[in-house]
């Protein structure tokens, strides 16, 4: 088997990677570890920035996320006991969709599909070889317990933060720069009302709170735990005790229903550089990690690949590696932009466990400023609505 770009991973990086490709005339092939199944079903993200939902549409992969999506022209901090809005349409001129991660793949997967893609899912005992040459492989078994090695011209690692394409890298070929918080997001599904016509980001004594939704019935809502809490170990009325004590005030109460999902989400930032090694290239959580709480993640994996997709075009059609080797640096300045922007929305909201009454004010006075200054809330508008996308 041959295939110009052999792509491990068919998550948000790989998949739209395989769309702009195809658009190009460029073959690929997917292999993925999981099944097709366990992806739709995998639940992640929630909010997709308008270059993403922008980018998805022009590809032909959108038509669903603008019809059942929901635009959001605006997000609410909580503090103190009192909501102060973002108005990203009135600042900035942009809005974000929420449309779950899940949803987007499932698009994907369909669109992939129905073009005739060979995406094989349920690979297991995946390896790569010969990155260093110019006849790459990946080896894998498919779900038929059947061993295939496809030879490509590159290889894409677009398989996640727990992947192989990484760890491919010889070690003293990467650095990795790794943050670990000393909290998780405890995360859970609801069958509820919404609460909130905008999602709300609060900071409270007791930590933070994020309520956010997935349609009109189902409602997504996090608060920040210990990193080693157990989800199982809480009952729903406590859940909800500490979610209704963490936004308390003004008269605001959260619309109440059973949890259906739960889980407990660690929090770290992490970056991997370089992102080419020979002809491997890493693109998306294989390469970076966010902490959620600037929801950048999915949108960086599809900021990364279509920097990639045009620098890929350009080698099929000229034999030329400019592109390839502007790739790295060009995405890693998104990424670094991207790591500042979800590292400060974490600090400014979180309670650490080891908070001094003198870090509480500090917050509290950066709310202030974030949420009182035109300028302040146009620099929160701008980044969280995403940077024009490059490629
Ligand atoms: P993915 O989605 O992890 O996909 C990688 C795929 O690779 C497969 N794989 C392998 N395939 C072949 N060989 C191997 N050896 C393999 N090992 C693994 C995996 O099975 C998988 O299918 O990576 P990708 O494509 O880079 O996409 C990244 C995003 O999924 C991630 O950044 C987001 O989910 C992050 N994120 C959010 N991002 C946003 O932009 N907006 C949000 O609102 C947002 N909210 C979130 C989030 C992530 C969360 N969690 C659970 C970490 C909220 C949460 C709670
Ligand atoms: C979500 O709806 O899952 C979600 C929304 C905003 C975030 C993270 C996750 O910052």
């Known amino acids: 088997m041959h295939t110009r770009v052999g792509i491990l991973g068919a998550g948000p990086a790989g998949l739209v990677l395989s769309l702009l490709l195809a658009e190009k005339g460029i073959d690929s092939v997917i292999v993925e570890t999981r099944t097709r199944e366990e992806i739709e079903r995998t639940i992640r993200a929630g909010v997709l920035e308008q270059g993403t939902v922008d980018l998805l549409v022009r590809h032909g992969a959108g038509d669903r996320a603008l019809r059942e999506g929901a635009r959001h022209d605006g997000i609410e901090l909580r503090f103190g006991g009192r909501?102060?809005?973002?108005?990203?349409?009135?600042?900035?001129?942009r809005s974000v969709w929420l449309y779950p991660q899940h949803e987007v793949l499932k698009d994907?997967?369909?669109?992939?599909?129905?073009?005739?893609?060979d995406i094989r899912f349920g690979c297991s005992q995946v390896e790569l070889r010969g990155l260093e040459g110019d006849r790459p492989s990946v080896a894998f078994t498919d779900d038929g317990g059947a061993r295939h090695e496809l030879t490509c011209t590159v290889v894409a690692g677009c398989d996640g933060?727990?992947?192989?394409?990484?760890?491919?890298?010889?070690?003293?070929?990467?650095?990795?720069?790794?943050?670990?918080?000393?909290?998780?997001?405890?995360?859970?599904?609801?069958?509820?009302?919404?609460?909130?016509?905008?999602?709300?980001?609060?900071?409270?004594?007791?930590?933070?709170?994020?309520?956010?939704?997935?349609?009109?019935?189902?409602?997504?809502?996090y608060f920040q735990c210990a990193p080693d809490e157990e989800a199982d170990a809480w009952s729903d009325a406590r859940i909800w005790d500490e979610l209704q004590a963490r936004v308390v005030g003004d008269g605001f109460a959260l619309q109440e229903g059973p949890i259906f999902q739960r889980g407990v989400i660690p929090m770290r930032s992490f970056v991997c550089e370089p992102m080419r090694h020979g002809r491997l290239f890493l693109a998306g959580d294989a390469a970076h990690v966010v902490p959620p709480t600037g929801a950048k993640g999915l949108n960086l994996a599809v900021a990364d690949v279509a920097v990639l997709a045009r620098a890929l075009t350009e080698f099929f059609a000229t034999g030329s590696e400019a592109g390839l080797d502007a790739y790295g640096p060009?995405?890693?300045?998104?990424?670094?932009?991207?790591?500042?922007?979800?590292?400060?929305?974490?600090?400014?909201?979180?309670?650490?466990?080891?908070?001094?009454?003198?870090?509480?004010?500090?917050?509290?006075?950066?709310?202030?400023?974030?949420t009182g200054s035109t300028a302040g809330a146009a620099y929160l508008a701008e980044a969280y609505t995403g940077w024009p996308l490059d490629g």
Do not use: C, K
């Open 83 to 93: 909501p102060h809005r973002i108005d990203f349409a009135g600042l900035v001129g």
């Open 108 to 117: 994907l997967v369909a669109a992939r599909t129905a073009a005739s893609a």
């Open 161 to 221: 933060s727990n992947g192989i394409s990484r760890r491919s890298i010889p070690q003293g070929a990467r650095t990795e720069h790794f943050r670990a918080y000393p909290f998780g997001w405890f995360g859970i599904l609801a069958e509820a009302p919404p609460s909130s016509a905008e999602l709300v980001y609060a900071h409270s004594e007791r930590g933070f709170a994020l309520i956010s939704t997935r349609s009109p019935g189902v409602q997504r809502m």
């Open 330 to 370: 060009t995405a890693l300045r998104r990424v670094w932009r991207a790591q500042h922007f979800s590292w400060w929305m974490t600090s400014m909201l979180h309670t650490p466990p080891d908070a001094s009454p003198f870090d509480v004010q500090r917050q509290l006075g950066e709310l202030d400023m974030v």
